[in-house]
């Protein structure tokens, strides 16, 4: 039953973060912050059930492994971006934010170029 | 025929199965779209990679990303260039002194004599086929083992061999012992190998 500690820890740490956001909104980010890692970190373990199931799948496409390597990097970093961005949002730093959304795009736009031009090269190779 | 689009048909299925898992598992936010993108792209690919294969078999997709994958990297790496060649200095010398104590433990365990001094030189042309092979090996050995024993020294491998021992107290020897184990153990003619011992 994680979802019961889960939603646990997440409804404490609300309760604690608007007592405290009342006295001291500095460590009522703080509280958020924490919260926010514990909680992915409890569902980073079950995640790699679902990346094997995706892999089993990969596997038994022609699809060269890649492309998969591409797409689970592109999630993380997709992942790790929206993290970083909802944090600095909740502290109303909403420029941080965009830049670190910026960061994520402009990474994951460098990913997807090698699978972009080669898809241009290909399609430009059939033509006759 | 039916078998090429049974095959086309169940990548289909699976690739669409695939990418209902992945939307369930992106985040949700801005960056949901670029992610799409890709996934896209990917759905083309494997739409007509069969395509491909059936009307030329020259054109490899699987390459293709590869090479643009690696042209990325290489216009990344011109940094790295210098560290590689420290990497490579750090191989050859770690090399040459894992050759130097094997030669020293061969001779000592092989004979009654102490190594005092030892001297090789190694190909270092990269573009040749034996890269690495022990060209020239110089021994100098001590006759008296048990004396002096703790001050074994290594000198630094020099190219240059043409130097004579001018030292008389030092002989070149012709033990054929010594340099058949040498010569079978570490893949050298014997005519390479100039053994002085010290009397």
Same mark, same amino acid.
């Given at each position: 039953m994680e979802i019961l500690q889960i939603v646990g820890i997440g409804l404490i740490a609300t309760v604690l973060s608007v007592i405290l956001r009342q006295e001291k909104p500095e460590f009522a980010l703080q509280v958020s912050v924490v919260t926010g890692i514990i909680i992915f970190l409890f569902v980073i373990t079950k995640?790699?059930?679902?990346?094997?199931?995706?892999?089993?799948?990969?596997?038994?496409?022609?699809?060269?492994?890649?492309?998969?390597?591409?797409?689970l990097k592109v999630i993380g970093i997709a992942y790790i971006a929206e993290f970083g961005a909802q944090i600095s949002k909740d502290a109303g730093e909403g420029a941080i934010a965009a830049k670190i959304e910026l960061a994520g795009k402009i990474l994951i736009l460098v990913l997807s170029i090698p699978i972009l031009i080669a898809l241009l090269d290909l399609i430009i190779k059939i033509m006759p | 025929?039916?078998?090429?689009?049974?095959?086309?048909?169940?990548?289909?299925?699976?690739?669409?199965?695939?990418?209902?898992?992945?939307?369930?598992?992106?985040p949700k936010g801005s960056l949901k779209g670029y992610i799409n993108v890709i996934i896209g792209l990917i759905l083309i690919i494997v739409l007509i990679n069969p395509f491909?294969?059936?009307?030329?078999?020259?054109?490899?997709?699987?390459?293709?990303?590869?090479?643009?994958?690696?042209?990325?990297?290489?216009?990344?790496?011109?940094?790295?260039?210098?560290?590689?060649?420290?990497?490579?200095?750090?191989?050859? *010398?770690?090399?040459?002194? !894992?050759?130097?104590? $094997? =030669?020293? %433990?061969?001779?000592e365990s092989e004979s009654k004599y102490k190594v005092e001094n030892i001297n090789i030189t190694i190909n270092l042309n990269e573009n040749e086929k034996d890269f690495g092979k022990l060209m020239k090996l110089k021994l100098t050995l001590n006759k008296h083992r048990e004396k002096n024993r703790s001050n074994i020294k290594i000198e630094d491998v020099e190219v240059n061999i043409s130097e004579t021992f001018n030292?008389?107290?030092? *002989?070149?020897?012709?033990? !054929?012992?010594?340099? $058949? =184990?040498? %010569?079978?153990?570490?893949?050298?003619?014997?005519?390479?190998?100039?053994?002085?011992?010290?009397?």
């Open positions: 995640l790699t059930y679902v990346v094997q199931v995706l892999n089993n799948l990969a596997e038994r496409v022609d699809i060269d492994f890649i492309y998969f390597s591409t797409i | 025929m039916i078998n090429f689009l049974k095959d086309w048909s169940i990548n289909i299925a699976i690739i669409a199965i695939f990418i209902t898992i992945l939307e369930i598992i992106i491909i294969n059936l009307i030329s078999n020259n054109i490899d997709i699987e390459k293709e990303v590869f090479a643009n994958v690696n042209s990325y990297n290489e216009e990344n790496s011109v940094v790295k260039e210098s560290f590689k060649e420290l990497q490579k200095d750090q191989i050859i *010398k770690t090399y040459k002194e !894992k050759v130097k104590k $094997n =030669i020293i %433990s061969l001779v030292n008389k107290n030092y *002989k070149l020897t012709n033990d !054929k012992k010594i340099l $058949n =184990i040498l %010569s079978d153990n570490l893949n050298i003619d014997s005519n390479n190998i100039l053994i002085y011992i010290n009397q």
